[in-house]
């Protein structure tokens, strides 16, 4: 008995220590039904575009004293009557179609006995139905990829109507005509739909940034830690969320914050960002220096010029009246990286740095009125100087923004954010700022212009 017990500790051992090891993500993404809604209308023009500019091969063929040829076929017109998108449980997307038409047109050339005529064929292929699965992964990269496509097609049925002066006579010709145009028709959709998917809608994905320059001094790690999970109701992708420094890649923080967890479905899409998401960023700023700063002269604020010379005014009196009139600098060095702390009342940064404010004499050694090791924001004036001279660096990094994982043209609007304790939410509804099919050809033609660039010596 208890060499079975300690077989079984020994099998579930490693498995345990790999469950311990895995990476919490940083930020994660949920794609509600609500967001496939709004895609479901560029989905399905999309498709339709697609299947517009099916190729047939010429038909040839010889029926009792009827020799035939069509070619020039043109889809003409598609009318969707029903067309779906929603998740397909454990794999990724569904498009279908059902109860659709086609209109289509094609030239005839046909010799009967010694008469030899041409013209315009129209047909229509009733009772479309399409259905179609996306795949969903992760690919070696960490970006979400159409790994595979599933698809079947069926047109339950195809008239046609000839025109022209022997157009009775060729009625019984459609029948020969319709079972093969139904037929190539038929075996033309999923290779399109195939095409859509698997080359022109991962082009589209490719534009979803992985890792990528934020400024001259930080990147962003956007990767997919595993396949998306896909539900009846959404569609959650977990990434690493990491900020790292572009000038030692390697050096980034150990992400030990709590995996967020996303409860609603109420709006198009839902943005988690852990506390781990707001640490690595400022720790990489930390690491490439950009929190040290020497505040002086026309740099140093006017708000905080007054503030300085009014908290120091009777040390200044003390060391020397002569200096009250000498430019104030104000010097800042972070001596450890800043901390975020994510509550349900909100968003708070710790800072912990050396303070140092001297008098500026022209031409003589600056003279010391203080220096300080201190937490910000703790105390007052220190929390106004904050507020005055590094707040404002911050809301600058803000208002450029970092690029969220989402396609280029996908954009977040009516945003509301959710605070938890360690992590928050930002619930938002989509818009496309670009048809889906201006975004794809976008990065068809950056790629072509990279391509062709001439190489710089």
């Known amino acids: 008995m208890m060499a079975s017990c300690m077989v079984s500790i020994l099998f579930l051992f490693p498995l345990i220590a790999t469950m311990s090891a895995e990476e919490p993500p940083g930020c994660k993404?949920?794609?509600?039904?609500?967001?496939?809604?709004?895609?479901?209308?560029?989905?399905?023009?999309?498709?339709?575009?697609?299947?517009?500019?099916?190729?047939?091969?010429?038909?040839?063929?010889?029926?009792?004293?009827?020799?035939?040829?069509?070619?020039?076929?043109?889809?003409?017109?598609?009318?969707?009557?029903?067309?779906?998108?929603?998740?397909?449980?454990?794999?990724?997307?569904?498009?279908?179609?059902?109860?659709?038409?086609?209109?289509?047109?094609?030239?005839?050339?046909?010799?009967?006995?010694?008469?030899?005529?041409?013209?315009?064929?129209?047909?229509?292929?009733?009772?479309?139905?399409?259905?179609?699965?996306?795949?969903?992964?992760?690919?070696?990269?960490?970006?979400?990829?159409?790994?595979?496509?599933?698809?079947?097609?069926?047109?339950?049925?195809?008239?046609?109507?000839?025109?022209?002066?022997?157009?009775?006579?060729?009625?019984?010709?459609?029948?020969?005509?319709?079972?093969?145009?139904?037929?190539?028709?038929?075996?033309?959709?999923?290779?399109?739909?195939?095409?859509?998917?698997?080359?022109?809608?991962?082009?589209?994905?490719?534009?979803?940034?992985?890792?990528?320059?934020?400024?001259?001094?930080?990147?962003?790690?956007?990767?997919?830690?595993?396949d998306p999970l896909v539900t009846s109701r959404s569609l959650d992708m977990d990434f690493r969320g990491m900020f790292f420094e572009l000038g030692n890649e390697s050096n980034t923080l150990v992400n030990s914050a709590i995996n967020p967890i996303v409860r609603e479905y109420d709006r198009m899409v839902y943005l988690a960002l852990s506390e781990y998401f707001f640490d690595s960023g400022l720790y990489s700023y930390y690491k490439a220096g950009i929190f040290q700063m020497n505040i002086t002269n026309e740099h140093m604020p006017k708000d905080l010029e007054m503030l300085l010379r009014t908290t120091y005014f009777g040390i200044i009196m003390m060391i020397n009246p002569a200096l009250v009139e000498y430019p104030i600098s104000l010097q800042l060095e972070l001596n450890s990286a800043p901390k975020t702390t994510v509550k349900t009342s909100g968003v708070t940064v710790a800072i912990t740095a050396i303070v140092t404010v001297m008098v500026l004499p022209p031409g003589k050694a600056p003279v010391q009125l203080s220096s300080m090791t201190m937490l910000i924001p703790l105390q007052v004036p220190l929390k106004t100087m904050l507020q005055i001279s590094i707040v404002p660096i911050i809301n600058n990094w803000t208002k450029r923004g970092v690029a969220i994982p989402l396609a280029d043209g996908m954009d977040f609007i009516e945003e509301v954010v959710e605070y938890h304790n360690g992590y928050l939410i930002i619930g938002a509804n989509l818009h496309f700022s670009k048809g889906l099919r201006e975004m794809i050809e976008r990065k068809i033609q950056a790629d072509e212009l990279i391509v062709c660039s001439p190489p710089s010596f």
């Open 29 to 226: 993404i949920r794609i509600t039904n609500r967001g496939l809604e709004m895609l479901k209308y560029e989905t399905q023009k999309f498709v339709v575009e697609e299947l517009s500019n099916i190729t047939m091969p010429e038909m040839k063929g010889k029926e009792g004293h009827f020799q035939y040829t069509i070619k020039e076929v043109k889809i003409n017109e598609l009318n969707l009557t029903y067309a779906d998108l929603a998740f397909q449980p454990g794999l990724g997307l569904l498009f279908k179609v059902q109860n659709s038409s086609i209109a289509l047109s094609f030239q005839r050339h046909i010799l009967y006995w010694l008469f030899y005529d041409t013209g315009a064929i129209n047909a229509s292929a009733e009772g479309v139905n399409i259905h179609t699965v996306l795949h969903t992964t992760r690919d070696e990269l960490g970006r979400l990829k159409i790994s595979n496509i599933t698809c079947d097609a069926s047109i339950a049925k195809m008239k046609m109507k000839f025109t022209g002066t022997l157009g009775r006579v060729y009625d019984f010709l459609a029948t020969f005509l319709t079972t093969g145009m139904r037929f190539l028709l038929n075996q033309q959709i999923c290779p399109v739909m195939n095409h859509a998917g698997l080359v022109l809608i991962n082009t589209l994905l490719e534009t979803i940034p992985v890792r990528t320059e934020v400024d001259n001094y930080v990147g962003i790690d956007y990767s997919l830690l595993s």
